[in-house]
């Protein structure tokens, strides 16, 4: 850690969790409250508003998910080549709360475009080095936590959002516009924290004696974190947007229209509810277990969804999949295991990246098998690739165990 920072055992938690790690959880909390005032907002407001056709949102869509992914690659080798991280994360969130801002002021559909691409690009521009400096703010024992507590604070961030919206709309007969608007103060709270309360971490420290600048390529990490990114890309091929289970809600389940938003309700609770506990539970089992964990309540959720139907097992079937979240932020602590702090920012790039180039794809292919083969072995398939995923993550090679309490070596994995 940096000298101005001093040293991680000295430095003063907040709620158990370093400073760093608490307010990076804050910032994400207070985003993700912005981004979900005007995200479930866009589609009807760039359609029905702006008059632009439903392949415009496709395009939209697209461009802005293929570039963000692409700029988690390249900030993440900034990061690391640069020895910074705060600078990349703070110009990401600016440049997100200025597009989406902007979004109060347009009147063509090409300038949405241009402001939802660059709401994107900051996305892409900040999520690589932010995981870097989580996992440099704290205790090898504690990242499963950290990164639990950031998923969390997000989950929560979005409900809350997604509330506030709604309440705007339907309470005080607002417009989008101002919506949009309004969306700016949460975000800007945010970023006065982030610039007040984070500090620059060890990804300032000087890169080992005689190792080179960091390359954007997976030559410098070793074949465990390669095996790993071929079992999140498999899982993430089988994992398609959640808004299937809506559909399937409402379609095979027959769940009335009235209660699908409480439905929705319900999965982002449980989602919040987890994160902590499993990122805490890894820290004390070992990422892979409780990854086993997760992806095998995926595969049983995805085999109910499959297999079940009724007003009941909807409400059931939801909040068990919630559970499948608990492994969420565990990735990104395992991925911290594996790579040496001068290459965390490239890491978490080339992971995110990634888990980004298979998210439409998925989709996709959920959306083909649907249509033509039916919902059940759409599921069936989706819990069928987090099974062989599973599979491959047992073939992650192990290592050593790290130091932990009283000098006692302790198992990660």
């Not at 800007?188 to 420290?205: M, N, S």
């Not at 509810?273 to 089992?285: F, H, T």
């Not at 492994?327 to 990104?332: C, P």
């Amino acid at each position: 850690m940096s000298e101005k920072g001093g040293k991680k055992g000295e430095e003063k938690n907040v709620a158990g969790l370093s400073r760093n790690v608490f307010f990076l959880g804050l910032v994400s909390f207070f985003n993700d409250l912005s981004s979900e005032m005007v995200y479930p907002l866009f589609p009807a407001f760039l359609t029905e508003f702006l008059g632009a056709g439903a392949w415009f949102l496709g395009l939209v869509e697209g461009l802005a998910d293929s570039v963000a992914s692409l700029l988690n690659l390249l900030s993440g080798w900034l990061s690391d080549r640069f020895r910074r991280r705060k600078g990349l994360v703070s110009g990401g969130y600016a440049l997100s709360a200025l597009s989406r801002g902007s979004l109060a002021l347009v009147t063509a559909p090409w300038q949405a475009l241009l402001g939802w691409f660059f709401n994107r690009v900051g996305k892409g521009v900040r999520t690589a080095p932010r995981d870097a400096l989580i996992a440099d703010s704290c205790h090898p024992l504690q990242k499963g936590r950290a990164f639990g507590y950031q998923r969390s604070m997000d989950h929560s961030g979005a409900l809350l959002g997604a509330a506030v919206s709604s309440l705007l709309l339907a309470t005080l007969s607002l417009g989008y516009r101002t919506v949009f608007a309004l969306a700016l103060i949460p975000i800007a709270l945010g970023i006065l924290l982030l610039l007040w309360q984070v500090r620059e971490e060890d990804a300032a420290c000087p890169l080992p004696e005689g190792a080179g600048l960091p390359r954007l390529d997976l030559r410098p990490f070793d074949r465990r974190f390669k095996w790993l990114l071929a079992a999140v890309f498999v899982f993430t091929l089988g994992n398609s947007s959640d808004a299937f289970l809506l559909l399937w809600a409402r379609q095979v389940g027959g769940f009335p229209l009235v209660l699908l938003p409480a439905l929705w309700g319900v999965l982002h609770v449980v989602k919040a509810g987890v994160s902590i506990p499993g990122g805490a539970l890894s820290d004390r089992l070992g990422r892979r277990r409780v990854i086993f964990l997760g992806w095998g309540i995926y595969f049983l959720a995805y085999t109910g969804f499959a297999l079940l139907k009724g007003n009941a097992w909807t409400w059931l079937l939801f909040a068990f999949y919630g559970l499948y979240y608990l492994a969420e932020g565990v990735l990104k602590a395992f991925v911290a295991d594996m790579v040496p702090s001068e290459l965390r920012g490239s890491a978490y790039g080339i992971y995110n990246f990634t888990v980004s180039i298979t998210v439409l794809p998925a989709s996709l292919f959920m959306g083909l098998l649907w249509s033509t083969v039916g919902a059940r072995v759409a599921f069936l398939t989706g819990a069928g690739l987090a099974l062989a995923a599973s599979l491959i993550l047992a073939a992650v090679p192990r290592r050593s165990a790290v130091p932990g309490e009283g000098g006692k070596a302790k198992s990660m994995e």
